[in-house]
């Protein structure tokens, strides 16, 4: 069975809701392998709520689809306050990226009372910028950091060069022709902090449209997360009958 936008392979998954510091109640999913332990943890901060980000968001909800089974990842997907999708409707309301810090430490102590492996923070547009402002207390507490389509809004310079001394990978993938911040501002926006890895997006936008864009994204989080699952599988070897869920629009935020 060739891998597409709406395939939804094997995994345990699991409605879960947790609380922050600030008394409020966060709603997400947990993706697991089906049938072992996983090697690591994908931890997802989702792209600007008023733009239309949640947990759902496009590439968010296709990690949660395909890499439990493709390489023994965990995904942990919420949604931020005052968020809401099929799953339902985290408490509270747009906190301007300040707020949401309490929800990112929720999240992480979430994946660590689960006993869930080698977590790492991975942002999406807004999420990023939630991750560069309020993870940096956080690092002795995770495995890693990826960037998708950082736009750095509210993140600034000086956000961005404390994390220069630390010692877990961080890594940027800069869109080719991102709306917000492509390579050339990218590389000089960065270059306050040269440990973190950029990597450039070759013809790819900042909502990473279409199933190319899609797997190079998954490709990248499983090179890191789990390097002996890379480079990801096109197909797999499900029943024709394996169920497909209903539509998406695939290039939701």
């Known amino acids: 069975m060739l891998i597409t936008s709406t395939t939804v392979l094997p ?7 947790f609380r922050t510091s600030d008394g409020l109640t966060l709603v997400g999913e947990l993706s697991i392998p089906e049938h072992h332990p996983p090697v690591a943890t994908a931890l997802f901060l989702h792209p600007l709520p008023t733009a ?16 439990p089974a493709l390489a023994d990842i965990a995904v942990l997907r919420f949604n931020f306050r005052g968020v809401s999708s099929p799953r339902g409707t985290s408490e509270g309301t747009f906190g301007e990226g300040i707020e949401e810090a309490h929800d990112l430490v929720a999240a992480l102590d979430f994946v660590q009372a689960q006993g869930l492996p080698a977590p790492w923070l991975i942002g999406w547009s807004f999420g990023t910028e939630v991750i560069l402002k309020h993870a940096r207390v ?14 750095l809004h509210r993140a600034t310079d000086r956000d961005v060069a404390a994390w220069s001394d630390v010692s877990v990978p961080v890594v940027a993938l800069i869109p080719e022709f991102d709306d917000f911040l492509p390579p050339e501002p990218a590389r000089t926006r960065f270059g306050v902090a040269a440990n973190i ?3 450039e997006a070759h013809g790819a936008k900042h909502l990473w449209v279409g199933e190319k864009q899609t797997s190079f994204v998954l490709g990248e989080i499983t090179k890191r997360l789990n390097p002996d699952a890379w480079p990801l599988p096109a197909a797999w070897p499900l029943p024709a009958a394996w169920p497909l869920p209903a539509a998406w629009p695939d290039e939701s935020p």
């Open 11 to 17: 995994a345990t998954r699991t409605e879960v809701s």
């Open 197 to 199: 890895e950029l990597v």
């Open 52 to 67: 239309g980000g949640f947990m759902d968001s496009h590439v968010i909800r296709k990690a949660a689809w395909r890499l």
């Open 138 to 151: 956080l690092v002795d507490r995770i495995s890693g950091v990826l960037l998708l389509s950082p736009p």
